[in-house]
């Protein structure tokens, strides 16, 4: 059996939604991450290329440090409505971008899906 004080009980019953899932970190720092900067490596093996690879990890995660840093101002600002309206934006934007992957992947697997116009 689980005991709860009061307190927690009205702090579960209060919020939204009570589950926790690390979401945020496998995508940000996940196999995808690490797959995609060792096959960058990989192809521009000289020192420059390597420095600016550096360079880029740095830039990203300056810029995704600022975003986490400045999430809850900006929720503060934009309100329950803007998160809502913003969420369904980037949740289009991202399925946009899902289909793109799935068209280019079929294209790859089957050519002869692609209609090559001549003119």
Not at 44 to 57: C, H, M, R, V
Not at 88 to 99: D, E, Q
């Amino acid at each position: 059996r689980y005991r709860h004080t009061p307190e927690e009980t009205a702090e579960g019953m209060s919020k939204e939604a009570v589950a926790v899932v690390p979401l945020a970190i496998p995508l940000m720092a996940g196999p995808g991450t690490m797959i995609t900067v060792i096959i960058a490596h990989h192809k521009n093996a000289s020192w420059f290329a390597s420095g600016l690879l550096i360079l880029d990890i740095l830039i990203i995660a300056g810029v995704a440090y600022a975003a986490l840093r400045l999430a809850r101002p900006l929720s503060r600002r934009l309100g329950v409505t803007g998160i809502n309206i913003s969420t369904r934006i980037f949740g289009l934007v991202l399925a946009a971008i899902a289909v793109t992957f799935i068209a280019n992947g079929l294209a790859a697997l089957f050519p002869g899906l692609v209609h090559v116009s001549t003119s």
